[in-house]
């Protein structure tokens, strides 16, 4: 979960501050993981800790959340609340933006709470990522923040270093 003020806790329940700017890999299906099953999620930091977007990836659908809310599916800005192909639901709640592949992976983005993931019991086993996953669980000692995190860099995002 990454909170509204830069604060990034894993599965494991590890909580760190954020202060390295660019896109990440938070939680994405790795091996083990059935084709149907298979979903991306990465986030992209900007300055003072904030979540400037949210890209969650699944076979053949591809969505940008903005900081302010702003939907795009596979590239269309669209309204919401939409569901769209592999039982996958995007639609807004109050404040909270929310992203489902049902039985699979949750993704939940307020402005006000932040970012929030979650994998189902089958999926943990299978996922990789900043995050990590219940199976395995990432010591964080003896590392920074930012090496930890420079591990799950994007490297498909362009670098936001100069």
Known sequence: ??????????FSGETWNITSIGAYELVKACDGALEEEWFRVVVEFGSQNSVVAVYVYFEEVFITVTNN???????????????????????????SLTIEKKGILRVSFSLSLGLKVSVSDGMAPKVCGACGSDDKIFVLQRQSIQKFMAKWRALDFPSSLC
Do not use: C, R
Not at 1 to 10: D, P
Not at 72 to 80: E, H, P
């Open 1 to 10: 979960m990454v909170e509204a003020g830069g604060s990034f806790s894993l």
């Open 69 to 95: 809310q702003s939907t795009w599916i596979n590239g269309k800005l669209l309204t919401l609340p939409q569901k769209l192909k592999n039982e996958v639901m995007v639609e807004l709640v109050e404040d």
